[in-house]
Each structure stands twice: as C-alpha cells, then as structure tokens.
C-alpha cells in the first residue's frame, strides 16, 4: 500500500472555477503535510503547509481530517496561470524530514 | 539568492554506460537529498545527507547507485551501469536542517535517457 494515495486527474476546469483535490495517507504517526505544486518540466514548489486541521492562503485553502487520514486542497476563482501538477506530501516519521510524495493530480484551468 | 543547482540538465547515455550527476545546494544548507522522479509519479527519496554523512540511503540500489557528498556541500550521484528503467528525472533538494519544519527546495533535475 502507498504511503500517499491521490486521484491523478486530469481535472479540467473553466477559469473561475472551484476545484477540490483529496488525498489519502497510510501512516497515523504523520504530523506534518504539504502541497506541492509542480509546473510541466519543471521542479516541485512547496505551495502549503499544513501542521493543524488547516491553512488558508487567497485563494488556496488546504484542510487536514486526522480521524479519516486524508487531506485536501481547494482552489477557488481558478486561472489559467494555476494549471499544474498538485502533489499531496507526507512527512513520516514525525520529526525527520521524510517527504513521501503522492502521484500528484493534474490540473488544466481553460479559458 | 541562488537556488539548488544541478548539472547536466540533460543526459543521453547507452544502457551500460555510467552517469554522474551534480549538485550544489543553497547556501548553508546542511541537509541534502537525492529524489528520482518517473513519468506520471511522484519524487521518491533515494538518500538523505546530513552534512557529509548518509542518514537515509534505505531506498537506494547499491548494487549500481553510489552517492558522495565529501566536503559537506556539493553532492554527486552515480549509476554504474545505467539499465534501461533508470531513465527517469533525478532531483536535487536541500533544507536548512531536518527537521520536518525546515521547506525542501529542489533543483531543476537532470532528465535521464538510456537508450
């Protein structure tokens, strides 16, 4: 079983838009989680952290559900320029730098 | 400030051949890692260093992979021989330390062709 489940996508959304991506993690003893963003051909960006039940940041608010071991990344008011690859991380152990990437989720905003 | 730097951008090789690649991590950061990145999935960790030394190389294929980061800054991986699946991005990151608060910042990588 993988450390970090996420839906690949593809997502294809009109700009304006509100989009959801969720995304699932095995290990309970995790205590720290990220988004990272991922442009074609390019590297991994860290876009948020999320220590507590949540983070908000503009347009981008990220939400921890410790009881079900899933987190979530909601974009509102989508642009064009937000059309990436979203990659859900995990951080396991709790207190070591050990970042287990998911799949990431592809997103597409059309105008 | 410079960002983590990595060379070549780019490398073609013949299968059995060996590669290197390099990293420069910014500016006093301790913490050094190696991530491989396939097609469609996610980085994967290969190996951690905490200055000069090796704390998590458990995801790392010694039987052709082999990391250095002498001085405690600069890092080299290495593929001896290269196969045929090992065509992949290899991602360079670095953090302040490591703890799990300190961001990771990585390096544009280097996209591997073995042919």
């Known amino acids: 079983r993988k450390e970090v489940e996420q839906d690949p996508g593809p997502f294809n959304v009109p700009e304006g838009a509100t989009v959801a991506f969720n995304c699932t993690y095995s290990?309970?003893?995790?205590?720290?989680f990220f988004w990272y963003r991922q442009d074609c051909r390019k590297e991994p960006k860290l876009l948020m952290s999320v220590y507590s039940s949540g983070n908000e940041d503009g347009r981008f608010t990220a939400q921890l559900n410790r009881a079900s071991q899933y987190i979530s990344l909601l974009i509102r008011d989508s642009k064009l320029s937000d059309s990436a690859t979203y990659l859900c991380v995990v951080n396991i152990p709790a207190g070591a730098n050990n970042l287990f990437f998911g799949t990431g989720t592809r997103l597409t905003v059309i105008p | 400030e410079a960002g983590v730097v990595q060379s070549p951008r780019y490398k073609i090789i013949e299968k059995k051949q060996p590669v290197a690649f390099w990293c420069n991590p910014i500016s006093g950061h301790n913490t050094l890692y190696w991530y491989l990145q396939n097609l469609g999935q996610g980085p994967e960790l290969l190996i951690r260093?905490?200055?000069?030394?090796?704390?998590?190389d458990s995801q790392l294929p010694k039987d052709r992979f082999s990391a250095e980061r002498l001085k405690g800054v600069d890092s080299t991986l290495k593929i001896q021989p290269a196969e045929l699946g090992d065509s992949a991005v290899y991602l360079c990151a670095s953090s302040l330390g490591a703890s799990e608060y300190n961001e990771q910042f990585f390096g544009p990588g280097t996209r591997l062709t073995v042919l």
């Open positions: 290990n309970s003893a995790s205590q720290s």
């Open positions: 260093y905490e200055n000069e030394e090796a704390v998590d």
